[in-house]
C-alpha cells in the first residue's frame, strides 16, 4: 500500500486491544505512531487501487523464481512480499552480487523479495531474477 513501515493492522477496538498486548507481553514498541497512522490511512485513501498491480507483479516474480527451480515459502500468497528459501552458500553470493549491480538486498536462508511496492515494479523483479538465476548456475 506504499505505507512506509510495511504494514497496517486494522480491526475492532477489542482485536487492536489485543494485539497492543500481545506486542507489549513480546517486547515490541510502537514510536512516532501517529505519523504512522497518517501514512496508513493515505494509504487507504490513495494506493489501494495498486495492490491489484503490486500483487499481479509479485504473482509473476514468483513465477519466474519458480521456472528457475527456486523454492518459494507459502507459494501463492496475496502479498506483495515472496520469501524465497536458498542454500546458505549461495545466500552469502547473493547480496554483495546484487550489490555490485546498484540492487541492495539483505540475502540469507530465507531471503524476503518485496520488488513490488509503489516505488518499483517489474524491473526491480527482473533484477531479483537476475541476480538469483546467476546464483543457480554457479552452484
Not at 494509504?43 to 500483487?55: G, K, M, S
Not at 507459502?74 to 524465497?84: H, S
Not at 523479495?113 to 546464483?135: D, H, K, M, N, Q
Request: contains cysteine.
Amino acid at each position: 500500500m506504499g505505507a512506509p513501515v510495511g504494514s497496517l493492522l486494522c480491526g475492532s477496538s477489542e482485536f487492536i486491544q489485543r494485539a497492543i498486548r500481545w506486542r507489549k507481553m513480546t517486547g515490541g514498541g510502537l514510536r512516532q505512531a501517529g505519523i504512522l497512522a497518517a501514512a496508513g490511512l493515505y494509504a487507504l485513501e490513495n494506493n489501494v487501487e495498486r495492490l491489484r498491480e503490486d500483487h499481479n507483479n509479485a504473482t509473476w516474480l514468483e513465477q519466474q523464481l519458480r521456472d528457475i527451480g527456486l523454492e518459494i515459502v507459502e507459494p501463492g500468497a496475496q502479498t506483495n512480499v515472496l520469501y524465497l528459501r536458498q542454500p546458505a552458500e549461495q545466500a552469502a553470493k547473493l547480496g554483495p552480487w546484487m550489490r555490485e549491480r546498484g540492487v541492495l538486498l539483505s540475502s540469507g536462508p530465507l531471503t524476503a523479495l518485496s520488488p513490488t511496492s509503489t516505488s518499483a515494479g517489474r524491473t526491480c523483479s527482473r533484477w531479483s531474477i537476475c541476480g538469483v538465476e546467476f546464483l543457480q548456475q554457479q552452484r
